[in-house]
C-alpha cells in the first residue's frame, strides 16, 4: 500500500533515537509524502536539515494554541521569514484548544486569527488544532474565507465539519478512530466526509492506534489508521490511500 502520513511531529525529541531509521523505513516500505509539523523554532530548524536529505518531507510551521502566549513581533516575524523563503508548506498547526487553555482564550484567539491572515496573504493552506472550541473556531474560519486547510486530528461536532467542508478544507482523522466505544461518534461523522476530502494521519508520537496502545506512535502506523477507516466505510484500504494520497497532492501540489 502507498500512503502518506498528513500529520506527525517526527522534529519531537523523542524520536532523537531512531529518527533516520523510522525515515528510512516510511519512504522504503510505500510512503509517498509525509507532513513534519514544526510548533517552534527549534522543530522548524530541524525539518531544515531533514529536508536536505528527504525530498518527499514537507515542512509546516505555526504556534500551537498552547504557544499562543508566547507569539510575539519575534515569533510573528520568523514565521513570515520562513513563508517568505519557501520553506514551509503550510502555516500550522494552529487553532484553538479550550481543553488545556495553557494559553488564555484571548491569547490564542489573537495568534489564531493573525496566523490565519499571514497564510491568507501568503496563498498557504493551514492545519487546524481545535478542541472544545468549535464555536470560535467556526467563527475565525469564516472570517478568513480565502484560506483552506486541514481540520487535523478530528474529534469536534459535525456542525464544525460541515462549516470546514463548505470552507473547501480537508478532514483528517487519527488513531482515535481505532479506539473503543468513546470514538463511536467519531467513526460516524467518518462516514459522512467526502472520500475527496480525507486525510489520515498518526499526529505521532501520539494517539498510538490499536492494536499498539500504550507504545510511541510513529508515521509508519498511518497504515492502521487507514486500513481501520476503510473497514468503517467497507471499501478497499488501497483504494481508500490512494484517494486520500490524491487528496494531500491536491492540498499540497508540487514538493518544497
Not at 521569514?81 to 484548544?97: F, H, M, P, S, T
Not at 491569547?107 to 488544532?129: S, W
Not at 462516514?191 to 506512535?217: A, H, I, M, W
Request: charged share 25%; aromatic share 8%; with cysteine.
Amino acid at each position: 500500500m502507498n500512503y502518506i502520513d498528513s500529520h506527525c511531529h517526527i522534529v519531537m525529541d523523542s524520536f532523537d533515537g531512531d529518527r533516520n531509521e523510522i525515515l528510512t523505513d516510511y519512504f522504503a516500505s510505500g510512503g509517498q509524502a509525509m507532513m513534519s509539523v514544526a510548533t517552534g523554532r527549534d522543530d522548524h530548524e530541524l525539518n531544515l536539515r531533514l529536508r536536505l536529505q528527504w525530498d518527499r518531507l514537507c515542512t509546516s510551521l505555526g504556534w500551537h494554541p498552547h504557544d499562543a502566549k508566547d507569539f510575539g513581533k519575534s515569533e510573528e516575524a520568523y514565521l513570515l521569514n520562513a513563508v517568505q523563503k519557501n520553506e514551509i508548506r503550510a502555516v500550522g498547526e494552529i487553532g484553538l484548544d479550550y481543553h488545556y487553555n495553557l494559553s488564555t482564550r484571548a491569547e490564542q484567539l489573537r495568534a489564531f486569527d493573525r496566523q490565519m491572515a499571514i497564510a491568507g496573504k501568503a496563498g498557504l493552506p493551514v492545519i487546524i488544532h481545535t478542541r472544545e472550541a468549535d464555536r470560535d473556531t467556526t467563527d475565525i474560519l469564516s472570517r478568513h474565507r480565502k484560506v483552506r486547510g486541514i481540520l487535523h486530528c478530528y474529534t469536534s461536532g459535525r456542525d464544525l465539519m460541515e462549516t470546514g467542508l463548505k470552507l473547501d478544507y480537508f478532514i483528517s482523522f487519527s488513531g482515535i478512530i481505532t479506539f473503543g466505544k468513546a470514538a463511536s461518534g467519531i467513526r460516524e461523522l467518518l462516514k459522512s466526509v467526502p472520500l475527496d476530502r480525507l486525510l489520515f494521519e498518526t499526529d505521532s508520537p501520539y494517539l498510538t492506534p490499536v492494536p499498539f496502545r500504550g507504545k510511541r506512535n510513529d508515521p509508519r502506523k498511518v497504515v492502521h489508521v487507514i486500513e481501520k477507516a476503510a473497514e468503517i466505510l467497507e471499501i478497499p484500504a488501497e483504494n481508500l490511500s490512494e484517494q486520500a494520497n490524491r487528496n494531500f497532492f491536491h492540498l499540497f501540489p508540487g514538493r518544497n
